[in-house]
């Protein structure tokens, strides 16, 4: 299967899984419901979840409901991140992926408790992977989660990246914040599986190949949305295009080496690439 139909494969059944995983809209309370769904489904290129499933394959575990499960509690945290990224208090951003943002869809109230809910949403459904798979390292897994997400991963990322706003940054802030506020969560979706099913040999590389690609994303990211005279700390304030392009391939190169079986490990290798071409670098 080429990696275009692979990521369409798993994206639908992941997309099931999610549906599946919350609440709908007929429960009461309609709107939360409702707001969690509407910013779930908006669009996204579930490159986190993506990452875990193409991990699974890497170490021969079999894509079930305990891999699309993490998958879809990666992609429910990240979604929650970007609810919260959007408001008012953080970007104010009015459009996320060209349609209104949650808190300019429904209210400011709203979109915070939104956030709050798919993050709690998520626990629920790492509770359930537990109960798929009774002899998982859930212990691990719970501690891999909680280090990426809190005040030491993504949470610490974005109060580093609100703090250097309009303010004379260097590469090694930059750098905090690429590796916390994106890097982090893209770390945990390459080592989830290898942490939950017990394969300690695969954890280190796996790790790298997640840090390698987060770091590279977030570059890439600063690139395309780079402008001379915005207030966001950005690689490119600090290393100019040419240097974050530079920044960019060797993080991409080096998640490559990261992964030492190149025909088992062929999607996530095609994950880099899928990712040079999303961003035209």
């Given at each position: 299967m080429n990696l275009s139909d692979y990521i369409q494969h798993h994206t639908n059944n992941l997309n099931d899984t999610l549906d599946s995983s919350l609440p709908k809209e007929a429960v009461s309370p309609h709107t939360i419901h409702r707001a969690m769904r509407y910013s779930v489904f908006n669009g996204g290129k579930r490159l986190r979840p993506m990452i875990t499933i193409a991990?699974?394959?890497y170490l021969g575990i079999p894509v079930d409901r305990v891999i699309y499960s993490l998958g879809a509690m990666i992609e429910m945290v990240h979604t929650y991140s970007l609810v919260h990224d959007d408001l008012p208090a953080m970007d104010n951003d009015d459009l996320r992926r060209g349609k209104p943002t949650v808190h300019r869809m429904f209210n400011e109230a709203v979109a915070i408790l939104t956030g709050d809910a798919l993050l709690t949403?998520?626990?629920?459904?790492m509770a359930a992977i537990g109960s798929y798979k009774k002899n998982g390292d859930m212990v691990s897994l719970l501690n891999e989660f909680t280090r990426a997400l809190g005040s030491k991963g993504l949470v610490g990322g974005q109060v580093m990246d609100l703090e250097k706003k309009n303010v004379p940054v260097d590469e090694e802030d930059i750098l905090?914040?690429?590796?916390n506020k994106t890097a982090a969560l893209i770390t945990f979706s390459a080592v989830a599986v290898p942490?939950?099913?017990k394969r300690q040999h695969f954890i280190a590389d796996m790790r790298d190949f997640g840090e390698?690609?987060?770091?590279a994303f977030q570059a890439g990211d600063d690139i395309v949305d780079y402008t001379k005279d915005g207030n966001e700390p950005s690689v490119v304030n600090v290393l100019g295009i040419d240097g974050a392009k530079?920044?960019?391939y060797g993080y991409i190169d080096k998640a490559r080496k990261a992964i030492k079986h190149k025909k088992e490990g062929m999607y996530l290798t095609g994950i880099c690439d899928w990712i040079k071409e999303e961003f035209h670098l």
């Amino acid at each position: 299967m080429n990696l275009s139909d692979y990521i369409q494969h798993h994206t639908n059944n992941l997309n099931d899984t999610l549906d599946s995983s919350l609440p709908k809209e007929a429960v009461s309370p309609h709107t939360i419901h409702r707001a969690m769904r509407y910013s779930v489904f908006n669009g996204g290129k579930r490159l986190r979840p993506m990452i875990t499933i193409a991990s699974a394959d890497y170490l021969g575990i079999p894509v079930d409901r305990v891999i699309y499960s993490l998958g879809a509690m990666i992609e429910m945290v990240h979604t929650y991140s970007l609810v919260h990224d959007d408001l008012p208090a953080m970007d104010n951003d009015d459009l996320r992926r060209g349609k209104p943002t949650v808190h300019r869809m429904f209210n400011e109230a709203v979109a915070i408790l939104t956030g709050d809910a798919l993050l709690t949403q998520a626990f629920e459904l790492m509770a359930a992977i537990g109960s798929y798979k009774k002899n998982g390292d859930m212990v691990s897994l719970l501690n891999e989660f909680t280090r990426a997400l809190g005040s030491k991963g993504l949470v610490g990322g974005q109060v580093m990246d609100l703090e250097k706003k309009n303010v004379p940054v260097d590469e090694e802030d930059i750098l905090f914040i690429h590796r916390n506020k994106t890097a982090a969560l893209i770390t945990f979706s390459a080592v989830a599986v290898p942490v939950f099913f017990k394969r300690q040999h695969f954890i280190a590389d796996m790790r790298d190949f997640g840090e390698s690609l987060g770091m590279a994303f977030q570059a890439g990211d600063d690139i395309v949305d780079y402008t001379k005279d915005g207030n966001e700390p950005s690689v490119v304030n600090v290393l100019g295009i040419d240097g974050a392009k530079d920044l960019f391939y060797g993080y991409i190169d080096k998640a490559r080496k990261a992964i030492k079986h190149k025909k088992e490990g062929m999607y996530l290798t095609g994950i880099c690439d899928w990712i040079k071409e999303e961003f035209h670098l």
